[in-house]
């Protein structure tokens, strides 16, 4: 993995067209080549900063520099005493109904939720209109954000219908798990995404600088008999989370 490191970095600094007259801007573009070309794959860890130093013949404060902004931009994690490593994403296939929960578990990580909110008010216009629910209907709402093992992932708001869900203190992490003990787990759902930076709130609260790349996901997700029961709002980190759709020729 060093080897691979150190070849591409002696290749750059090489490249009369590279462009790159500052060492750590070009230990940064070699990192981030190493990681896009899979030689270095997700969750391995990076040298440390001397075995860099050394083997790159760069001060510590360069490769430190380098390391910094590839944190900032989420290509790479650091861990309190263990050490730099190359940021893991979680791969979330589109064509399939499941909750963060499901997902995260299926890929041997731990989920939980910090709850801001879980109360039961009066429906608002905007909600009314994305449930199809009468004004002054009850509805039970969930603002949390959502966890990877000790890792901020996602902020999310829901509402479900009280009829449906009309005491949200019983949901501890998956919303999808307690409906389906109530019989009303989601059969189908429309989804939007969009592209966004993050603002300040939601950047501190998913532990990312303000303006980072952020998805802005809206769900509706409905029964069988085509009522809606669940309206999600989310935003979750650009840096981690990649969206993959299946397409198939008509």
């Known amino acids: 993995m060093e080897t691979a490191l150190a070849r591409e970095y002696r290749r750059i600094c090489r490249d009369p067209t590279s462009h790159q007259p500052l060492a750590y801007l070009r230990l940064r573009r070699a990192i981030r080549n190493v990681v896009e070309h899979r030689d270095i794959e997700p969750g391995q860890a990076l040298p440390s900063e001397r075995d860099l ?4 013949k760069l001060s510590r404060v360069t490769v430190r520099k380098a390391i910094a902004g590839l944190v ?3 290509l790479l994690t650091q861990r309190h005493g263990a050490g730099t490593f190359i940021a893991e994403r979680i791969v979330k296939p589109m ?6 929960t499901e997902d995260l578990r299926d890929r041997g990580l731990h989920p939980r939720s910090e709850f801001f909110e879980r109360s039961v008010g009066e429906v608002t216009p905007e909600e009314a209109m994305a449930m199809n629910l009468s004004p002054g209907s009850l509805v039970a709402r969930l603002h949390r954000v959502r966890y990877g093992q000790d890792e901020p992932l996602a902020i999310e708001r829901s509402v479900v219908p009280a009829s449906v869900l009309p005491d949200p203190m019983v949901v501890r992490d998956s919303l999808y798990e ?16 969009r592209a966004v930076s993050l603002g300040a709130q939601h950047a501190r609260l998913l532990h990312v600088a303000a303006g980072s790349a952020g998805l802005n996901i809206e769900r509706r997700s409905f029964l069988d008999d085509g009522r809606v029961v669940e309206f999600t709002c989310s935003w979750y ?8 759709a299946e397409l198939h020729a008509d």
Do not use: H, N
Not at 95 to 100: E, I, K, N, V, Y
Not at 237 to 244: A, N, S, T
């Open 53 to 56: 130093s050394q083997a790159l």
């Open 237 to 244: 980190r650009g840096d981690i989370y990649d969206f993959v």
């Open 178 to 193: 307690v409906l389906e003990t109530l019989g009303c787990r989601p059969k189908r759902a429309l989804q939007r995404l």
């Open 95 to 100: 064509s399939r109904l499941s909750s963060f």
């Open 72 to 74: 900032e931009e989420g």
